[in-house]
């Protein structure tokens, strides 16, 4: 299973002679690969590669792109082209945002209706998938799926209505914003259904790590509904924050079982999930310190939104470990890196790549 202990690191001299690339793992033969390659020279009629000995291994082992389909779905196609892309910048974690309020983007053979009637037929089949995991990692790329939850579900709850915490029917949101449809806490068949559907993932997606999403859940749908405000009473749940945290819990039940390690984005930051959960931070880097101190994993993505078209100075500015930190070593080994962000509002298959590259490697 692919994850985070993975070995990268290569030492590659040139000379007049020869070229010389030593790796302990194929990975690391794949980075030095990308390093002898930026080294050559052309001229038109032969090539040369500059003379040089390079001993070199990442600082973080966590470098990771987000691609949202959810959104607006990218083909096949876009998405290889981008993991070459990464490849040549020795990104290694392409984070798939599979499921949105506007689409629900993979095959699940055990609940159909889930692609069927959330996707307007632009999702990947199972087939698919296995070939970009396949293409992904032929490049050292891992793959790490998100299914986003309990919130930004809409596309789940058009077939699957019974899941929710608020009345039916539900359609496929068309346009972009926070919604209220999220899956009930309270209920068993949540769990049941969760359990089966993440289970027959798992054995799609072989990265140890599976993202669960988690943010932006506004709470409208559970304040209203009795039953669930009940439950939260009943089991000591301050607010909906607590009951959020329950969910989770219950969800990393699931996730164990099935062999994945959870990540999740900010809001899932609860003193109740146990340290080995890998918190995403896109509401600021604080949030990222002070998980390290708590004995949290964490992965930054705050300043590294791409869709933002900030200039890639204010990229090269944000640091996942910045020199005035205050984190002690130990500390700051918990922060595995950073994730750049390409969320799907606005861009098509058309459009997608000049808005990714060149800033993604900066």
């Known amino acids: 299973m692919q994850g985070v202990e993975e070995d990268e690191s290569y030492t590659l001299e040139v000379t007049p002679e020869l070229a010389a690339l030593h790796a302990p793992t194929v990975v690391g033969v794949l980075r030095g ?12 009629k032969s090539y040369s590669f500059q003379a040089a ?26 998405i290889k082209r ?47 998938v296995r070939d970009v995991v396949a293409y992904a990692r032929d490049r050292g790329v891992r793959v790490v799926p998100e299914f986003d939850m309990p919130g930004h579900v809409t596309a789940w709850l058009v ?13 496929i949101i068309r346009k972009f914003g926070v919604f209220d449809g999220t899956f009930d806490p309270t209920r068993e068949e949540v769990y ?52 959020q945290a329950y969910f989770n819990r219950r969800l990393l ?37 002070t998980g390290a101190r708590q004995g949290y994993l964490g992965i930054l993505s705050s300043g590294y939104y791409l869709d933002h078209i900030d200039p890639a100075s204010s990229h090269y500015e944000v640091d996942p470990v910045p ?16 994730e750049a962000c390409m969320w799907g509002e606005h861009v098509t298959p058309e459009s997608i790549d000049s808005r990714i590259w060149p800033r993604a490697g900066a």
């Open 33 to 44: 690969l990308e390093t002898l390659l930026q080294l050559g020279l052309v001229d038109g």
């Open 53 to 78: 000995v390079i001993d070199d291994k990442p600082r973080f082992p966590w470098r990771g792109l987000l691609i949202d389909v959810g959104r607006h779905f990218e083909p096949v196609e876009v």
């Open 82 to 128: 981008n993991l070459d892309g990464m490849a040549a910048a020795k990104m290694n974690v392409f984070h798939w945002h599979l499921s949105e309020d506007q689409g629900f983007r993979v095959e699940s053979k055990r609940f159909p209706k889930l692609q069927e009637l959330g996707s307007d037929g632009q999702f990947y089949t199972q087939d698919q």
């Open 159 to 171: 077939g699957y209505p019974e899941l929710a915490a608020g009345r039916g029917p539900y359609q």
């Open 192 to 243: 049941q259904f969760l359990d089966t559907f993440l289970g027959e993932m798992a054995g799609l997606f072989p990265d140890a790590y599976m993202h669960i999403g988690g943010d932006e859940n506004n709470g409208k749908q559970w304040s209203a509904n009795p039953a669930i405000v009940a439950f939260r009473k009943e089991h000591g749940l301050a607010d909906n924050h607590a009951l």
């Open 253 to 289: 039940q699931i996730l164990t079982k099935h062999g994945k390690k959870m990540v999740g984005w900010d809001e899932i930051f609860h003193p109740d999930l146990p340290k080995d959960i890998v918190v995403q931070s896109w509401r600021g880097a604080d949030s990222l310190g």
């Open 323 to 338: 020199a005035d930190s205050g984190l002690s070593d130990a500390e700051a080994a918990r922060i595995l890196g950073g």
